[in-house]
Every structure is written in C-alpha cells, then in structure tokens.
C-alpha cells in the first residue's frame, strides 16, 4: 500500500447545453511515490479532464458522478487515513492546502500558463508564501534557487523577468520551478513538452527525470507523444473514450501491447529509419480511389502536355533567398530607425519534379517566411527563385499578371491548422469550387463534376458536399484542405505542418494519404514540418534549418546516418522514440541552444569576423553550411563545449 | 520609461497643434465672421462711433490679414494664457469663462469620479458573482442606466431633489449665491447641487463601465494562468484581485481618455436642461453666433482635455503593465 494516489472508478460528466458527454468513465489506476505514470491517449479521451479533477479544477459544466481519488500524503503523520479528494469541496481550506503544496501541476502551454503581469519570480514564491507562510525575501531566495536549479544561468536575473520576455522552454522551466517550491509528492504535468521544440522538449524531459530522481516526487505525465512517454513513464495508462483500455509498466506495454487500440498507437507514429515500404497503420485506413485518381491523372497529361519532363529534372531552383523584419514593433516617430531581423538568410537549394522534400527546423527558424516567398504572398529582400519548365528557365519572383496567376495554379498550400484555414461560411462544395472559379476553370457542371471528384481523391464522398467545416473533425478538416490544393492540379504543393495539429492515429491516416497521393499523381511536394519523423517518412531529401540558415540538405538516409551540421546531430539526438530501451541519452544533450549559430564550433559557425559560411557539397548529393569539409565521425551529436546563453 | 514618456508628451503636443489648426479652420469655415455681421446690422441702424470700434477690434485680432497669420496671432496668444476676445460679450474670452471652466472642470471631475467609484466595485462584485440574481438585477439596471435619455433622468431626478431636500431646481447653486465670494454656505450648495447632475450625467457611463469591467473579468479569469493559480492553491478572492483584475484593470484604465471628451459634450444638452453654469450651453450659441475666440478656446480646452486624458492613462497603463514598459523598448 504504498501508492501515492489511488483512482478508483473515476466517472466525469460534461454537461453542456449541446448535451451530456463522459469524459471518464470508471476510471482506475495508481500513482506509486517517486515514480512516473503516463495517462496516454488521443485528444478527447479524458486524460487532461482526470488530471483537473484530481486537483479539483475541472470547470463548473464538469461534475464528478462517482468513483474516490485517494491522495495518501508521505509528510502526514503515519497512521492516518488517505484524503479522498473527490468528496473534497474545492473551494475548502484543506483542498487549498493540498493544491500547489503537495500535488503540483505543470501545464502545456508555458506562455499562457504564466501571468505576463507579475514576475516569474513573484509567482514562484507565491505558493512558498501561501501555503508555508514565509516571507517576501526568504521566499525570494528559495525561488532563486530553485530557478538555478531548473537551469536559468543567471537566477537572480531571471527571478525579475516576465513571462513574455523568455522563451517557451524557460517559461517551462518557470512553471516546473513552480511545480517544485513547496516540494510536492506529486505532479501533475499535463503535456507538459507538447507546446516545445524538440531540443527543448528533450531538455524538459531530462529536468523533469532528474528532478524526480533528486528529490523522489511522482510525476502523473498526461501525453499523447508515445516517444515521451517512453523516455519518461515507468507505468502507463492507455485511455480511449475515457476508459482505461490497457495499464501496466512501460517496459511491458511498449514491448507486448496487447489491447488493440494501443497496438494501433504504436503502429501509427513514424519512427525513424522506416522502411521506404512500410505503411502507418492508422486506426482507419483510407485509400486514395485509384479510379479517381487515374482520371485526374489523365486529364492532367491531357492538359499539359508541353511539360513532358522527365522526373527527377530541377523544377525549382532557389538560390541566395534572405528576407528580414522589422524586430522592433514600435513605429512612433521619435523612435529610433526600426532594427530589422533576418528570418531567412541566404538560402539555396533545389527542388526536383516528382521528389518530396522535407524541411525541418524549429519555431522561428524561417520555414515558413520561405514557403511564402516561394508562392509569391512575401517578397524576398534578396535572392532568385528560377522554374525550369521543358529546358526553358522563368525567373518567378519576376512574375506578374496573367503569368503570375499561371504560376499560382502551378503551386499549391496547404495549413497547420485546419481549423482556420477553411472559411466557416461556406460549404465544402464552395471551398473546393472557389479556385476553380477563380481560374475560370470549365463550366459549372464540370466543376461539379470535379469538385466530387476531389472529394472522392482524398477519401470523402458526395455527401459532404453541402456541410460547412466545423461539422467534421480536424483530421477530415485537413483532408478538405488537400483536396482544395489539388483543385488546380498543381505540380508543386507547399505543406506547412500538416499533421502536427492532429492526433497520432489521424496524422498516420493524412501520411498515408499524402503519400499515395504522390505516387498516384506525380506531385513534388515541400514538406515542411518540426517533426523529424514525420518528415522522414515521407520525404526524399531532407533540409534542415536553424536561425534563418539552410544548415544541411542531403537524402534522408544519409541525413540521419551522417548528419554532419551539428544542429542537425542535435535535432536527430533529441527524438524520443517510442522505446523505453532506447530513451534519450540526455547526457549528450546540449544544455544551451544548439540553434545558436555562435553555439556552431569551426567550420560551423560564422567566423570571428562575423563571415557567413555557404553551403558546401560533400558528395552524394550532400551539403552542409560550412567552411571546410567536417571530418565524418560515426559519433551522432558529439560532446560540444557548452556555451553558456 | 523617460523615453517613453517623452515620446508621448511629444506627440501631445504635435496632437495639440494640428487640432489647434483644425479647430481654427473650421470655426473659419462659414463665410463672413462675427464683426462683419455685426458691421451690417451697425449700418443699417445709421451708427457710426461703433463701425470706428470694429475697425479697432478688426485691427487689434487682424481680421483683415490673411489667415495663417491670424492662426498665428491666436495660438500665439494662447500659449501666453490670452484666449482672445469675445465679441458677443464685449469682454476678453478668460474673463468669459473664467468661472464656467471651473465649474465645468468641478462638474466633470466629480462625474469621473463618480463613474469610477460606483462602476468598480460593481463590476468586480458581478463578475466575482456572475450569472447570478444579483448579477442579471445589476445588469438589468446598468442597461436600463443606458437605455433612458438623460434630459428625461435629468427631470425626474430635479423634481424629487426639489420636493423631498428642497434644492433649488437648475443650476449649480442657490441662486442667492451666484457672484458671491467663495464661503462655506456657497460651497455646501455647489455640493448638493452637484449630485443631481453628476448622476444624470455619470449613469450611462457607469452602466458602460460596469458592463465593460464584468466582460473583462469573466475573459480573464478563463485564461490558463487563472488555472495555475488556482492549482496553487490560491483562493478565488486572491486569484481574482491579484490576477483576473490586474489583466482586467487595462481597458478600464486606457477609459479615462474617452470617458473624459465623451462626459463633457455629451453634458452639454444636460447642463443646457439643468441650466448648469458650464461652458456647455456657451460653447453652444458661440458656435452659433461665430464668436470664434470664445468658441475657438472652449474647443481646445476640449482638446487639452482629452489629450491630458490619454497622457495620464498612458502612464498609469505603462505603471501597471510590464509588456508596455519593457516590451517596447526590447521587443
């Protein structure tokens, strides 16, 4: 009996005037103190909601209908009964006691999470002060030690600095520093690395696994990320619908899942170094209609039958492209000349018909500014983007006009977010039939014709035609999106995060999509995401930013075999993979921010005269930004001097 | 923080200027001005000593000088506190308005007040206790507040101040002491006189504000940080003062710009009503009468009005709020 919190038949309600939903239904597992317990499932399973109710902060449409959340607190005195916080009232002065004393929680979004009007530090010590009684300044050094604990270089500094003044890693840092003041026995951290880069996340991870080895507090980690899971959990709960479906120690689960549902976890997520010929496994196929896809296909050799090129021919040549902001929002007129930020400095690279290619890079680190230049909605400072069609070169940042429109049906978007990116006012029907319109393709019985076509492609019929986007489901949402971008019969479509707005097993679905759609049509595809695996699996050559910069673009075997951009070693280190036996080596992790190009060592980093270095071909069709060819090392992201931020 | 806050009485001024040119031009827009209907009718009366006189005033203000000199003359004199000359009243404009200012500044001030010391913890109180019955009672009233015309409120309000306290109806004291030095009498009545207008003219923004403050506290204590306070293990009286209102406080703070133009004109048909010694009902027949000094000076006394309005909730807002502090310097 030495479990830390029990959960015994857990059952939540949600009434909402639209009706009544379960979010847990008889929900049972168990906490051990100083251990990690994962609560994994999809968006909607009710693993967020259990993690308010222990803590008594589910809102005021949710009620508990039942079960006992039995919290047995190490620091009361022996002998005396565990608290069923479930029959607690949550505005009474016990429940406020246990709250951010003994059970913590961490939550996902850091930024928002965070009050931007009181200091770090003031928040920090609030619950020291509330809950222990202690005084501004004892607070205060407690705080400061606490914030060099979770890994602020400079503590005292950081304790007076507003959340929107630090990034979401050390916001994170903040809210964990919080978590931990009061020493609790548990916490409660509500996907607490999902809102984070990968580098980052791999650091969060690596703070919370050593804070919970050093000062022995249970972690109950509320996930969707499989590869997290497995970097952190001892035991697991897998949640579908609001029931356990499955529950026992990670090692078990991930080496023999038994229950079906987890079996298609597993099988949905992309790892890296798939095979080229393994398919995802989603929970629900579908498949591209071949008949449809066929006579999409013909009409398009019908149309354009100039551009007989052969696959594999330079469609794109992008070379030299820098593009900067103004960094300073302040345009008052006694204001100093605004300072302008490069988002996009000096990249180059190809872009071949028929190849997908991946790009990757955190937040920020200008994906996106370049996919817009390449379609033409941002204008570039400096730089060519050059289409070569049937041997004849185009300059397409020159483009206007009726070329320029010509240009548009040529290259195709599709959005992170599928929520947004479809107008809520219009139907499906509309949304398909607009850039057809807009082209004057055809008379409106063939785009009838096409628009159920399109719907037919990517896996949905005629019968959705008239629905508006918000009766479908984010995965189905995106799906629209797809079809829209193929409308035109683009030969290149731009992909900015497709999938990382969706759950696993609906992201494996878009995948596979993505990929027969490929082969089917013989699309060239941009495919940009932060996540490396998702990347991997689809992309042909992969290119790797940081800071701005085109760091590395080589094939994707030879990316993830031979990285040689220390960035890129960094990014490829800090995968989690869906393997306890294969955790993260976090002692090779870098602590400062490897997307830092002052952090890059020689040949890497600009020179001390502040020179830029160019990409440079190492064979094989791999490049690195660098000075001179980096020695090959079989080491993945070596041992770096640590520079401190 | 300095460079901020000469940044902002900078483009103060800069405001200042281009609306003293506004102003000027359109006061100068109609055709003619006051002296030469004043002129016409002289004529048609046979006079002759007063057309010497408008020839003297027409010389002393520049009247037949082309207008960007007699801009300047009037902004000139401005600056050196000389607002010029009334002619319908035949006296200098300060001499004019000396005493409306004041009360009209009394009369405002207080109303502000008001709106503030009423709408602030109303607000707080029903959005602490929101969709409850005291919430949709309060509610009810602040639109029932909006929804009633002054002038109507005005009446009601006067006839029940005469009846039940015996205070006189109209104005913004005792008749007995119009022109009378400044005494302890003379000021309790200016106070008893006050409360009629200031509630008449301060409700619709008390509604306003009450409504305002309920919104943005409902908003903010939905945000996630609300949640981490709360998993603390802070109380809701906590959470609420020290959170969801310091998020809340912006808008209500940034108010005190508009709510002090919007309380002075729109006390103009009230004070007109009431018969309240303002400059209201003044600035009214001045327009009419194209007296512009007299109408000119009530206008920038608007303007300096608002303007010092947005300066002083510009600094409280930078006082309470670190993203305008630090963020414009660093972002």
């Not at chain 2, 310091?246 to 018969?275: E, K, T």
Request: proline share 5%; aromatic share 8%; glycine share 8%.
């Amino acid at each position: 009996m030495s479990d830390l919190l029990t959960v015994e038949g857990l059952t939540i309600e949600f009434r909402t005037p639209a009706g009544t939903v379960r979010a847990a239904n008889e929900l049972s597992f168990r906490v051990p103190a100083g251990r990690t317990v994962a609560i994994v499932g999809e968006s909607g399973s009710g693993k967020s909601v259990t993690g308010l109710a222990i803590l008594g902060l589910l809102p005021k449409v949710a009620a508990v209908l039942g079960g006992r959340i039995l919290f047995r607190d190490p620091a009361a005195p022996s002998g005396a009964p565990p608290i069923d916080l479930a029959s607690l009232k949550r505005d009474s002065h016990v429940f406020r006691s246990i709250r951010g004393d003994r059970i913590a929680m961490i939550f996902q979004d850091p930024t928002a999470a965070l009050s931007p009007l009181h200091t770090i530090g003031d928040q920090i010590g609030e619950a020291l002060r509330i809950h222990r009684g202690v005084e501004a300044g004892e607070a205060r050094g407690a705080s400061i030690e606490l914030l060099g604990e979770v890994g602020f270089a400079d503590p005292e500094r950081a304790f007076d600095t507003y959340s929107f003044e630090l990034s979401g890693g050390l916001c994170q840092r903040a809210m964990i520093a919080m978590a931990m003041i009061c020493r609790p026995a548990l916490i409660i951290a509500d996907e607490p690395t999902t809102a984070l880069d990968v580098t980052v996340q791999a650091e969060i991870m690596q703070l919370l696994n050593r804070l919970q080895a050093e000062h022995g507090t249970a972690i109950l980690l509320i996930a969707h990320d499989l590869g997290v899971v497995a970097n952190m959990a001892h035991e697991m709960v897998v949640v579908h619908h609001g029931e356990a479906m499955e529950r026992g120690t990670a090692a078990d689960l991930f080496a023999d899942p038994r229950h079906p549902y987890l079996k298609a976890l597993l099988h949905a997520v992309p790892r890296l170094g798939m095979n080229r010929a393994e398919r995802l496994k989603p929970l629900r196929e579908i498949r591209v209609d071949p008949a449809a896809a066929s006579r999409t296909a013909r009409d398009r050799a019908k149309g354009s039958m100039q551009t007989s090129v052969a696959a594999g021919d330079v469609f794109l040549k992008v070379r030299g492209i820098t593009k900067s902001f103004a960094a300073s929002q302040d345009r008052r007129w006694l204001a100093a000349a605004p300072q302008r930020a490069l988002a996009v400095r000096d990249v180059s690279f190809d872009i071949r018909r028929g190849e997908c290619l991946g790009l990757v890079g955190e937040s920020g680190c200008g994906k996106t500014t370049l996919s817009k230049i390449l379609v033409r909605s941002e204008a570039t400072d400096v730089g060519t983007v050059e289409m070569i069609d049937a041997g004849a070169t185009t300059d397409v940042l020159a483009l206007s006009g009726e070329a320029l429109r010509q240009w548009r049906r040529r290259v195709q978007y599709v959005f992170q977010n599928p929520y947004s990116a479809l107008n809520p006012r219009m139907t499906v029907g509309a949304i398909l039939d607009e850039p057809l319109a807009i082209h004057g393709l055809g008379d409106e019985r063939w785009r009838r014709h096409r628009v159920k076509e399109l719907l037919h492609l990517v896996g949905l019929d005629s019968t959705h035609l008239n629905r508006y986007p918000h009766g479908f489901s984010g995965g189905q949402r995106q799906r629209i999106g797809i079809a829209r971008a193929l409308a035109l019969e683009p030969e290149l479509i731009i992909f900015d995060e497709p999938v990382s707005a969706l759950d696993v097993s609906v992201q494996a679905q878009i995948l596979n999509l993505l990929r027969d759609l490929r082969e089917a049509l013989g699309l060239t595809y941009l495919f940009i995401s932060h996540n490396l695996g998702v990347v991997d699996y689809l992309a042909d050559r992969i290119a790797v930013m940081a800071a701005g910069r085109l760091v590395e673009i080589a094939p994707r075997e030879a990316l993830f075999c031979k990285p040689r951009h220390p960035y890129t070693q960094a990014l490829i280190a800090a995968i989690p993979e869906p393997d306890p036996d294969r955790r993260l080596d976090f002692a090779r992790l870098r602590r400062d921010r490897s997307s830092d190009p002052a952090s890059w060592p020689w040949p890497f980093g600009p020179s001390d005269g502040g020179e830029e270095p160019h990409l440079l071909d190492l064979g094989g069709g791999h490049y690195a930004r660098s000075f001179a060819a980096p020695a090959v090392d079989g080491r993945v992201a070596p041992a770096l001097a640590a520079v401190p931020s | 923080m300095i460079r901020y806050l000469a940044g902002r009485i900078a483009t103060m001024l800069g405001t200042l200027a281009v609306i003293s040119v506004l102003v000027f031009t359109i006061i100068q827009l109609p055709p003619g001005d006051y002296l030469s209907t004043t002129i016409a009718e002289l004529r048609a009366e046979g006079e002759t000593q007063a057309e010497e006189k408008v020839a003297f005033l027409r010389d002393l203000y520049g009247l037949d000088k082309p207008l960007p000199l007699q801009y300047l003359t009037w902004v000139s004199g401005f600056v050196q506190g000389d607002f010029g000359y009334s002619f319908e009243y035949g006296r200098p404009v300060a001499e004019v308005i000396g005493d409306r200012l004041f009360l009209t500044l009394i009369l405002n001030f207080v109303t502000v007040l008001f709106i503030y010391l009423v709408s602030f913890p109303v607000g707080i109180y029903v959005a602490a206790r929101r969709y409850g019955q005291v919430d949709y009672t309060l509610s009810f009233l602040g639109y029932l507040g909006l929804a009633t015309p002054n002038f109507l409120l005005a009446l009601i309000l006067l006839y029940f101040a005469n009846t039940l306290f015996g205070i006189s109806v109209g104005g913004l004291m005792d008749p007995d002491y119009t022109g009378e030095a400044w005494t302890a009498g003379k000021m309790g009545s200016l106070a008893a006189h006050l409360v009629v207008p200031v509630v008449v003219i301060g409700i619709s923004g008390t509604a306003a504000m009450i409504q305002r403050l309920r919104a943005n506290l409902i908003d903010e204590l939905q945000k996630p940080y609300i949640v981490t306070a709360r998993a603390k293990g802070l109380g809701e009286r906590r959470i609420l003062f020290k959170y969801a209102l310091r998020s809340a406080l912006n808008p209500f703070i940034s108010d005190i710009g508009d709510l002090l133009p919007q309380v002075v004109s729109g006390s103009v048909i009230v004070s007109a009503i009431m018969s309240l010694p303002t400059t209201g009902p003044m600035l009214l027949s001045s327009l009419r009468s194209q007296d512009m000094y007299l109408a000119g000076s009530f206008l920038m006394f608007l303007a300096v009005l608002t303007v010092v309005g947005m300066l002083v909730s510009d600094i409280a807002l930078a006082l309470i709020d670190p993203r305008i502090r630090i963020g414009r310097g660093t972002a």
